[in-house]
């Protein structure tokens, strides 16, 4: 029996001969290849060359920019040119945001918040999880709120609450709960969440809940609870706004500010101003005192803070042991939609705003008077376009 080579004994047994191919690229010719290829399989996918820009995803940008230096470099486009079947070295040049020539991989990725490790730009350390990524767009995605004059006295209400000090605005964190009826400053917004579902569990096992949330911008974004906290965390300015603290108005105990008993006084001007003449019956200055209402008043046609005009007495409520700064301060919380915005000029020629004075009819005033004496007024607010106090509740 003839001996057969090993060629002979391949072909008769039908085997094809395949020669191993060794690469003839350098490691970072490898990585240029590898890069390349990357950005050509973005544009089978999407259907255009990538583009730079703060809009656009992170490996856009990452694929824009790199293509841009590739285009710019002679021996990438002699490296790659074989291998470009889309045209892609060919294309005008991407305009970069800024100069990257003297980048290396490490800066370029940097720059578009990334990092990227020591082996090239193919790879990629701390990228946001897609979850992360995924509440960000969440929170920016906003809608206009239809029914927002519904929630518009609601934020002036917590607006004249925190000027007031009734509502403080702590940094977010140390409480972390999120529930219906809460407000909180978030990108130099005040958000207020106006539903929210039933609870359930995500899926890193914590609860979760998908919201309502109103911004005080008119948007609104439905969105989860857990993405709502993930961007108070991350808002440097991120707060929350407190519950209103009215304190004891009325109590068996004073302290500086308290007074055994007090009226509350409501006022109307008879000041021959065209705004205050035509709405006379409307404008009303609403104060609280420990002594006599007429002495308060005496001399209201020298005093700025009367208009400078005299003012007559419509109404008066006595009340027994109250603190009279906290009872003004919910006074002014609950009308602050309708304070009245006047400047006049005192006797001194000097511009004065005079504050207490709003644009609420009587009758709304004695009913905010036997909420504040039942306890029932830390729910109600009032509207202007009604021009009544609504629950806050429902």
């Not at 208009?307 to 007495?313: N, R, S, T, W």
Request: a negative charge; proline letters at 4%.
């Amino acid at each position: 029996m003839t001996k057969l080579s090993d060629d002979e004994l391949l072909d008769a047994l039908g085997i094809d001969q395949e020669i191993a191919k060794t690469s003839s690229h350098s490691p970072r010719e490898g990585r240029i290849i590898a890069g390349f290829e990357e950005i050509q399989r973005f544009v089978e996918r999407y259907g255009h060359v990538p583009q730079n820009g703060e809009d656009n995803a992170i490996f856009e940008r990452l694929y824009a920019v790199r293509l841009n230096r590739l285009r710019e470099q002679e021996e990438c486009r002699v490296l790659l040119k074989s291998l470009d079947y889309q045209g892609l070295l060919n294309e005008a040049e991407i305009e970069p945001v800024e100069s990257v020539k003297s980048m290396d991989d490490d800066d370029l990725l940097a720059k578009l918040e990334d990092v990227a490790s020591p082996s090239g730009i193919t790879e990629l350390r701390h990228v946001r999880p897609r979850a992360e990524i995924q509440a960000a767009e969440e929170v920016a995605k906003r809608d206009k709120c239809e029914d927002f004059d519904r929630f518009r006295p609601l934020f002036e209400q917590a607006e004249g609450e925190l000027k007031s000090g009734v509502r403080q605005a702590r940094l977010f964190g140390k409480d972390a709960s999120i529930n219906m009826g809460n407000f909180f400053i978030l990108g130099g917004q005040i958000v207020y969440v106006a539903e929210k579902g039933d609870e359930f569990k995500a899926p890193n096992g914590q609860p979760d809940a998908r919201l309502r949330v109103i911004y005080s911008n008119g948007t609104e974004s439905n969105l989860l609870l857990r993405s709502l906290q993930r961007a108070l965390y991350k808002d440097g300015v991120g707060r929350r706004l407190t519950e209103p603290d009215f304190g004891p108005l009325f109590s068996e105990t004073w302290t500086e500010g308290d007074v055994e008993s007090g009226t509350i006084y409501i006022l109307r001007s008879l000041s021959d101003l065209p705004f205050v003449a035509e709405n006379r019956k409307l404008i009303h200055k609403i104060g609280v005192t420990g002594g006599k209402v007429e002495k308060r008043i005496a001399n209201a046609a020298n005093d700025a803070t009367y208009l400078l005009a005299d003012v007559e007495v419509v109404a008066t409520y006595k009340l027994a042991g109250i603190n009279r700064m906290k009872l003004e301060g919910i006074f002014h919380r609950i009308f602050a939609p309708a304070q009245l915005n006047l400047t006049i000029h005192d006797r001194f020629g000097h511009p004065v705003q005079p504050k207490e004075w709003f644009l609420v009819p009587l009758h709304v005033i004695d009913e905010a008077v036997r909420r504040i004496r039942d306890g029932s007024i830390t729910n109600f607010a009032y509207d202007p376009k009604t021009a009544s106090l609504v629950d806050l509740v429902q």
